[in-house]
């Protein structure tokens, strides 16, 4: 069953902890997406995938307890436009560090942080967040990455290429978990942005300005469509499903 750590009293969460609960952090950002998207977009995916990720743990016959999300980060990309809140590396790994000892502290053997700000630097110190709050606590604590190989592919074109900030990818997602923080007037004038992120970065930009995204998103978000938000959000769940399970054998 899934459990929202929030809203229960602290002996329910030391029962679930002693009866082999998973608990999931999900991690975002406050960060510009865009001229239709809030700023809240990666917090809202993160903790739609971690209800996706419980409902399939249930499956399992396993609880999960979700903890409140952490909603800032490092987000130096944007950090130029209004509502951006960019946390420096050293804040934002000790923040995550702390929150995840915090959680196995309590007897949580098992635990996940689902990341869905995915700028290189941000995604980089939430693993080294994780392998200090590893080597500090006797919990497994799994950061999936579906950055990598073979999961990529699997999240679409825009993705695999690298312009997945607040285009189809992103805007799908959020068409499927929460409409209506979509402004869809806006969205679907928006002309598509094709740009290699990751490339522009390895050549050296420094924000989105200079990534060419002056506006604070890239890729297709016109195109963008709440089936395949329910179909990415579907895999980006089980992406995560299969890293917790992997860990736990
Ligand atoms: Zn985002």
């Known amino acids: 069953m899934t459990h929202v750590a929030a809203t229960l009293t602290w002996p329910r969460v030391q029962s679930l902890a002693e009866s082999g609960a998973v608990a999931l952090l999900p991690v975002g950002s406050t960060e510009a997406h865009g001229p239709h998207l809030p700023l809240n977009v990666d917090v809202v995916i993160a903790e739609e ?20 999300a952490v909603p800032y980060g490092l987000t130096d990309f944007a950090a130029s436009f209004a509502g951006t809140v960019s946390l420096s590396a050293d804040t934002t790994r000790g923040l995550l560090s702390g929150v995840l000892e915090g959680i196995a502290a309590h007897g949580f053997k098992r635990i996940a942080v689902i990341n869905h700000h995915l700028e290189p630097a941000h995604f980089a110190v939430v693993h080294e967040a994780a392998k200090l709050a590893r080597e500090k606590t006797r919990a497994v604590i799994v950061v999936p990455d579906h ?36 402004d869809d007037s806006a969205r679907r004038v928006l002309p598509e942005l094709a740009v290699d992120l990751p490339a522009k970065i390895k050549a050296g930009a420094r924000n989105f300005h200079e990534c060419g995204g002056t506006s604070a998103y890239f890729g297709a978000p016109a195109a963008a469509t709440a089936d395949d938000g329910h179909r990415l959000l579907d895999i980006l769940a089980e992406i995560s499903e299969a890293a917790l399970m992997e860990a736990s054998t």
């Open 49 to 68: 995938v971690c209800r996706r990720v419980a409902t399939r743990l249930a499956a399992r016959h396993l609880d999960t307890v979700i903890f409140p």
């Open 147 to 182: 950055r990598k190989k073979p999961h990529g592919p699997r999240l679409g074109d825009e993705f695999t290429k690298g312009g997945s900030h607040a285009g189809f990818y992103e805007t799908s997602l959020m068409l499927a978990a929460a409409p209506q923080l979509v």
